[in-house]
């Protein structure tokens, strides 16, 4: 398996813009998850899907970030407009909780840059 | 809510050198715990697990008991390499019906030196 798959890795983007992070979990897990990594606020959960549909977005900063799932095997993190305190590393993980695994498995993460 | 606290750090060490990150936690109920490592310029990887009071999860020499009576999870080593420099975090997880909580500490910085 290929793991997680994040796309792009590095996005460099001017204040205002429309900025679209992707995630490709691993086949046959029912979880994904997105996270913020920074300096100041270490790892931040934001949103989280099971089976495609979102539990909990309470750590969504705000109207101006969404994140959808429209199938198992592919999921978004949309931040319009953005703004420069948006920079940082933004990674996706997924995970089956069967009996006998409770990991997630993380990409590669994609860092973002606002200017 | 549930939380990890973590040993500040950075940690510096020489290799071979014996090493322990402090986690301790709070939450209700028995969660899961974890630690995780993260290399530069990548995710992060599950280094090792527990799931139960008194389990000791262990891979590439790092150990890490689950005491409840303490609520601690430290991670120990006993001889570090120079490919142990990396940001370590202890994990728990809060489940619930379809509800997943992955909490981390705020990360230990560990570099040895040769």
């Known amino acids: 398996d290929a793991g997680v798959i994040q796309s792009p890795r590095h996005e460099v983007t001017e204040m205002g813009q429309e900025v679209t992070l992707r995630c490709k979990p691993i086949?046959?897990?029912?979880?994904l998850f997105w996270y913020r990594q920074t300096m100041m606020r270490g790892l931040e959960l934001l949103i989280y899907f099971n089976n495609n549909v979102p539990i909990d977005d309470s750590g969504m900063p705000e109207d101006r970030f969404s994140a959808k799932m429209p199938n198992a095997s592919f999921s978004t993190l949309k931040i319009q407009p953005s703004e420069p305190r948006d920079s940082a590393v933004y990674f996706c993980a997924s995970s089956f909780f069967g009996p006998a695994n409770y990991g997630y498995t993380f990409g590669s993460g994609t860092r973002l840059t606002v200017v | 809510g549930d939380s990890v606290t973590q040993m500040e750090g950075p940690v510096t060490l020489s290799e071979e050198a014996f090493l322990t990150i402090n986690c301790t936690y709070t939450a209700t109920g028995y969660p899961s715990l974890f630690w995780y490592v993260q290399y530069p310029g990548e995710g992060l990887q599950l280094l090792l697990k527990?799931?139960?009071?008194?389990d000791k999860g262990s891979n590439k020499g790092f150990e890490a008991t689950y005491r409840k009576e303490t609520t601690s999870f430290h991670l120990e080593k006993g001889s570090v390499q120079v490919s142990d420099s990396a940001v370590y975090f202890c994990a728990l997880l809060f489940s619930s019906g379809s509800a997943r909580q992955l909490t981390f500490g705020s990360g230990t910085q560990l570099t040895v030196l040769p």
């Open positions: 086949s046959g897990h029912d979880y």
């Open positions: 527990a799931t139960k009071a008194d």
